[in-house]
């Protein structure tokens, strides 16, 4: 019972920290009447390390170092897990880049079927908004977001 009781306060210790990092610097940048304004000027990266939690972890390959936690992309295809369902992907893919050049697109397998994904979206909101715009093209009728393991360039 004590071993239990110890793991519950741990958790609760943990998910505590992690959402008071969250809103520090929104707490910071609060204006309070007869006190001084603190400005912060931050690179975007690090309010998306913030939000992270605990799952984030850092990866360095070569020189390049990067960023992978649990966020959002938009799902613009899934096959099955014939080589006809690969072709499709990539030619998903290749469509994507067509109508938005800069966006990250991901065509992979996942047993048992092959997707087509875009983007690296810390929120949900940021994932709405990439597939509102894939949707008004016209081109991509069944998009989605899901969860999923994304990549932040920390470069």
Not at 5 to 29: F, G, H, N, P
Not at 73 to 95: C, D, F, H, K
Request: proline content about 1%; overall charge positive.
């Amino acid at each position: 019972m004590k071993k239990i009781t110890t793991a519950i306060l741990c958790l609760l210790a943990m998910s505590i920290s992690a959402y008071a990092q969250r809103d520090i610097v929104k707490s910071l940048q609060t204006d309070v009447a007869g006190q001084g304004k603190v400005t912060i000027h931050q690179d975007a990266k690090i309010s998306t390390l913030l939000m992270g939690g605990s799952t984030s972890t850092t990866v360095k390959a070569g020189e390049k170092k990067e960023l992978k936690r649990q966020g959002y992309r938009v799902q613009v295809y899934a096959g099955n897990n014939t080589s006809r369902s690969r072709n499709e992907a990539q030619q998903m893919a290749s469509r994507v880049k067509q109508h938005f050049q800069d966006a990250q697109v991901y065509a992979y397998f996942v047993s048992p079927r092959w997707l087509c994904r875009v983007g690296n979206y810390p929120s949900i909101e940021e994932a709405d908004a990439m597939m509102r715009q894939l949707k008004s093209t016209g081109v991509f009728k069944e998009v989605s977001i899901v969860r999923d393991q994304i990549t932040i360039d920390l470069n």
